[in-house]
């Protein structure tokens, strides 16, 4: 390989990378999720892993370009969005809920607490990934339009330069956040949690209502 052909590969590469990795690190619902799965110390691997399929899938779709026909069309955007509010209101309320109800925190505080099943953590760590409103954005529109700008045989390797980061990124969190698990275990920490959680989480929601606004005005 000649080294024309190994810049043209790892230029792409990088980018798709160093793109991906400064927009995962924002702490928005999967990333709260992920970490406190790295807290409980509860299937770490399972966690990243299918955090790692999902952000997978979807960078995929819009390095495919599936980003233009989504918000290119109202309806669709406008139904993505309203699922991803309700989402995120449902996971908002939930968190604070936890925080000021003292009997839901007690069983975190242990950390012994019965582990949480398999198939629960796997289906939790999709629903954070695909209903996570913040995940399309930042796969379908920002790293999808980004890798428009590469000739067509280039943006594969655009896309799997997302996928590196993306691995690298929930791997570190999940493993990272459970050498801090000894912090997690009072009540006082895991509420703190719950409430930055929640006032992230409403936030975010509320943050997209008000993109609706101007269309149904």
Not at 104 to 113: D, I, K, W, Y
């Amino acid at each position: 390989m000649n080294p024309s052909t190994i810049a043209g590969t790892i230029n792409p590469l990088s980018q798709g990378f160093l793109l991906c990795a400064s927009i995962i690190i924002a702490l928005g619902p999967q990333n709260l999720f992920i970490l406190r799965q790295g807290l409980r110390r509860q299937h770490l691997f399972a966690t990243a892993l299918f955090s790692t399929l999902a952000d997978a899938l979807l960078i995929s779709l819009g390095v495919g370009g599936l980003s233009s026909l989504i918000y290119g069309s109202s309806l669709i955007h406008t139904v993505v969005t309203i699922g991803g509010v309700l989402f995120l209101l449902w996971c908002g309320a939930r968190s604070l809920f936890k925080a000021y109800n003292p009997d839901s925190v007690t069983e975190q505080t242990n950390s012994q607490a019965a582990a949480t099943g398999l198939l629960t953590v796997i289906i939790a760590t999709l629903s954070f990934s695909l209903l996570n409103p913040s995940a399309y954005i930042d796969t379908l529109v920002i790293i999808g339009s980004k890798s428009l700008l590469f000739p067509v045989d280039q943006r594969m390797i655009f896309g799997i330069g997302a996928v590196l980061a993306s691995t690298t990124w929930f791997f570190t969190l999940v493993y990272g956040a459970s050498k801090l698990s000894p912090i997690f275990r009072s009540q006082k920490a895991w509420r703190t949690l719950d409430v930055v959680s929640g006032v992230i989480m409403l936030g975010i929601a509320s943050t997209m209502v008000m993109t609706l606004l101007p269309a149904a005005i």
